[in-house]
C-alpha cells in the first residue's frame, strides 16, 4: 500500500542525533517524555530518580515503581542535592545510579532551572542529569552542551502537529572532553542505553516524511511560535481579566535571568495564567473548538487546563495564527 512501506529509522536518528548535537539518538513510540523514560528500562530498581515535574507527578508515580522516587518542590541544586542525601551513586554501568529529572521548561509556573548549575551539580553528586526538553524543543535549548546527559523531546510540534502517533527522541551526550578526556557521567548514559535492549522503532513511510519535513522547516516555524508567544504573554500581562501571567520572557517570572542564559532564540512557546473568579471549563466553553481539539504542536493556538477544568490555570500554546486574531478571540471569551 502506498505510503506503508518501512523506512531505515537509523536514518531519522543520525539525523536528529546531528540536529541535537548528540553522540546517539533513538526514536521510541510513546505518550510524553516520562512514559518514553520508563520505557527504556534503564532507570533500574535500587536506583534513585529525584525529578522536578509537578504537573506530571501521576506518571512518575506510576511508570518508576521499581525505584526510589523523590519529587522536589523547586528546580535548584539545593533541592536537588538535598533529595539526594544518603544515597551512594556510581557512574559504573552496574550502578546503583542516581537519576536527576528537569525540563527546560516545565512545571507549574513554567520554571527554567538552571541547567548548567545543575549539570556541575549533578557531577559532583555522581547524578545523571535528564533533560524533558519538549516545551523549549531543540530550536529553544540545548540541554546536552549546557551539561545533561540524556535530553528527550516529544515531536509532536517537531512534526507540526502532523505525527499520526506519538513519538519521543532521546539524545545522549558525547563523552569525548578536551585533552581526551572523558565524561564519566555521558558515558555511563550511553552504556545504558545501548545495553537497554530497546527494539528498533518500526515506522512507516508516510510518518517518516512527517517528521522529514519537520525537520527541514523546524526553525523558522519554531521562531513563529516563540514570536507569537512573546506578543501573547504581552498581551496577557496587560490584561485586567486575568491575573499571574507566568512566561519566562517577563522579567516578572522568577526564572527570567536563568532564561536568558539557558533559552535560545525566545523563551518559548507557551504562556500561563490565571483566571479571576472563572474556572478553565467555563473559558473553554466561551471559545471556539479548535483551541482545544487542534492538534498539539500544530498551527493553531491551543490552550490546556494543567490543573482541571475545574481549576483557573491556563496553559497556553501559540501556533502560528495571527496573534491580533487569538488576542481578539480571547478577549471576547473572556468578557462573556
Request: hydrophobic share 45%; proline share 4%.
Amino acid at each position: 500500500m502506498k505510503g506503508r512501506c518501512r523506512v531505515d529509522v537509523q536514518q531519522l536518528e543520525e539525523a536528529w542525533a546531528l540536529r541535537a548535537g548528540a553522540r546517539e539518538a533513538r526514536l521510541v513510540a510513546a505518550s510524553h517524555v516520562p512514559a518514553a523514560l520508563s520505557l527504556l528500562g534503564i532507570v533500574r530498581p535500587g536506583d534513585r530518580l529525584v525529578a522536578f515535574a509537578d504537573d506530571f507527578a501521576d506518571a512518575f508515580a506510576r511508570g518508576f515503581e521499581c525505584c526510589d522516587v523523590a519529587m522536589v518542590e523547586e528546580p535548584s541544586v539545593a533541592a536537588f542535592t538535598a533529595a539526594s542525601e544518603g544515597f551512594d551513586a556510581s557512574f559504573e554501568v552496574e550502578g546503583p545510579h542516581l537519576w536527576w529529572f528537569v525540563n527546560s521548561i516545565g512545571g507549574f509556573g513554567l520554571r527554567v532551572p538552571d541547567l548548567r548549575a545543575l549539570g556541575r551539580a549533578a557531577r559532583e553528586a555522581h547524578a545523571l542529569l535528564v533533560v524533558d526538553n519538549t516545551v523549549a524543543g531543540v530550536f529553544g535549548c540545548d540541554p546536552l552542551r549546557l551539561g545533561a546527559v540524556l535530553s528527550l523531546e516529544a515531536l509532536d510540534r517537531v512534526c507540526a502537529g502532523e505525527a499520526p502517533h506519538k513519538l519521543v527522541a532521546i539524545s545522549v551526550a558525547r563523552s569525548q572532553l578536551k585533552r581526551h578526556r572523558v565524561d564519566a557521567a555521558a558515558e555511563c548514559a550511553h552504556a545504558l542505553l545501548e545495553g537497554c535492549g530497546l527494539v528498533k522503532l518500526d515506522l512507516p513511510a508516510d510518518e517518516a516524511g512527517v517528521l522529514e519535513r519537520g525537520l527541514d522547516s523546524l526553525d523558522a516555524r519554531m521562531q513563529a511560535h516563540f514570536d507569537r508567544a512573546r506578543a501573547l504573554a504581552e498581551y496577557l500581562a496587560a490584561n485586567e481579566m486575568v491575573h499571574a501571567v507566568r512566561y519566562p520572557g517577563l522579567s516578572s517570572h522568577p526564572d527570567h535571568a536563568v532564561a536568558t542564559g539557558i533559552l535560545e532564540h525566545g523563551f518559548g512557546p507557551a504562556v500561563e495564567f490565571d483566571l479571576i473568579e472563572r474556572s478553565a471549563g467555563d473559558l473553554f466553553d466561551a471559545l471556539p473548538g479548535e483551541f482545544r481539539t487542534s492538534p498539539a504542536g500544530g498551527a493553531t493556538t491551543r490552550l490546556s487546563a494543567p490543573r482541571g477544568k475545574q481549576g483557573s490555570t491556563i496553559r497556553l500554546f501559540a501556533g502560528t495564527d495571527d496573534p491580533l486574531v487569538v488576542a481578539s478571540t480571547l478577549d471576547n471569551a473572556l468578557r462573556k
